[in-house]
């Protein structure tokens, strides 16, 4: 089980990537698009992805909001649906 260094870390990738996307999670929740049990359920599924070093490389390399996720991202379909694309 991930433990509350592990959490934080996913947590802030989640976040980074969304930001990478052009998505407020913030904004996303008040209006109704994200529940805050779905914050949690795309945080735990990081968690489980064995690629957070080349996440963390790919977001510190990004220039400007990038059209996808990389190919390996757990929450891929969330952050889709999010952009709307």
């Given amino acids: 089980m991930p433990g509350a260094k ?4 996913h947590a802030g990738l989640v976040d980074q990537m969304a930001g990478a996307l052009g998505v407020d999670l913030e904004e996303q ?3 109704g ?14 968690t489980g992805c064995h690629k957070p070093g080349e996440c963390e490389h790919w977001l510190a390399t990004r220039d400007g909001i990038m059209a996808a ?3 390996y991202c757990r929450n891929a379909d969330l952050f889709r649906d999010l952009t709307g694309g």
């Fill in 6 to 9: 592990d959490f934080k870390r």
């Fill in 69 to 71: 996720t990389p190919s």
């Fill in 33 to 46: 698009r994200l529940s805050f049990a779905g914050l949690e359920d795309a945080v735990l599924a990081c």
């Fill in 29 to 31: 929740m008040l209006r």
